[in-house]
């Protein structure tokens, strides 16, 4: 495992890590930024210098790396380009207004919005087949590739819905419920094995849930998804499945809303949010909060970012002025039912 630790006494907006090795893909960010916001840095830390730059005509709200490309998401546009130098710029693909950059790169798959509010497109790397995916109603909020490139699993701006399609047929596998009510989704994140997928939102729960998978027939998926799959109709429901039913037998009733059938989390657990005001860009009590972060994807102090470390604990991370990490596990007490605690925390920010 390669670690670091660069301080550049000045301020980054993005930061990309290729996995677990020397290079990071910066942009500067904050009232003192390092690097302008319309330029993207490949930093190799063990030369300690940059590698690579890419320059844009506007800001850049992230980018994604692999071992062979580099995708930039910009406002309106998604750039790929190969890892090399000098970098070949390879592709570029237009999308809706994409504030929080909304980007997956995967070794053969690349993921982002689509040109309509709601759709997100899927660009096969090896041959560039694009594939568009109507997966909401309203403007997408979050997006996550499994690391084995399978699923895509996604969440709009309402949050109620957490939507799971297959990358290889771009066929919804599932519909997953985080709750009733409207919430802000902060981060959607997939186990290393592709099973489980955690989620967190402006509520401060996390939401672990099975991730049914296109290999994996046996998982659970949402009976309104089963009664519409024809080719998974001889599956059998899974014990999993019963349990997350929140509403039990009602679950079973004709006619019912479907919410009382909806895939609900098998795991939650509090974590903090701290009291900064989350906004989504262009919201009418913007004035209200204090003055938007330059740089920054959404501009204002990311919350709830998960990062699994294995496939039995994660992290949730906040940034802003009580900055801090927190880990949870994921067990299973005697009665076979599953839990998720939080292990333990720390500020890394300090407070005030």
Not at 43 to 64: G, P
């Amino acid at each position: 495992m390669y670690s670091l630790r660069i301080d550049f006494n000045a301020g980054i907006g993005v930061v990309e890590m290729l996995g677990q090795t020397n290079y990071l893909a910066l942009v500067g960010g904050g009232k003192q930024p390092k690097f302008p916001q319309n330029k993207v840095v490949i930093w190799d830390d063990r030369k300690q210098k940059v590698v690579i730059t890419l320059e844009f005509r506007t800001q850049v709200h992230r980018v994604r790396l692999s071992r062979t490309r580099i995708a930039v998401a910009l406002q309106n546009s998604i750039h790929l380009f190969a890892f090399s130098s000098p970098p070949e710029k390879l592709s570029v693909f237009e999308t809706a207004d994409n504030f929080f950059g909304l980007c997956c790169l995967g070794s053969r798959i690349l993921a982002f919005p689509g040109r309509t509010p709601g759709q997100v497109q899927i660009v096969e790397i090896g041959n560039g087949n694009v594939s568009i995916i109507p997966a909401h109603g309203a403007s997408l909020r979050a997006l996550a590739l499994s690391p084995d490139g399978e699923v895509l699993a996604t969440a709009s701006e309402t949050g109620t819905l957490i939507r799971v399609f297959s990358t290889s047929n771009c066929a919804r596998i599932a519909e997953l419920r985080r709750g009733v009510d409207h919430a802000i989704i902060f981060s959607l994140a997939i186990s290393p094995s592709s099973t489980l997928l955690a989620v967190t939102s402006d509520k401060s729960t996390l939401h672990i849930f099975d991730l049914p998978h296109p290999l994996h027939s046996s998982r659970p998926q949402s009976s309104s998804n089963q009664q519409s799959n024809a080719t998974n109709s001889s599956v059998p429901e899974s014990e999993d499945e019963s349990s997350n039913q929140k509403w039990g037998i009602l679950g079973k009733i004709p006619l019912l809303p479907r919410v009382f059938s909806d895939i609900y989390s098998f795991a939650s657990a509090h974590f903090e949010i701290g009291d900064e005001i989350q906004l989504a860009p262009g919201s009418a009590n913007a004035g209200s909060a204090r003055a938007p972060i330059p740089g920054i994807p959404g501009r204002r102090p990311p919350k709830g970012i998960i990062g699994w470390t294995n496939n039995e604990s994660l992290l949730v991370i906040g940034a802003g002025r009580d900055g801090r990490w927190e880990r949870f596990v994921l067990g299973e007490a005697g009665d076979g039912k599953r839990y998720c605690v939080r292990d333990g925390w720390r500020r890394y920010l300090g407070g005030g």
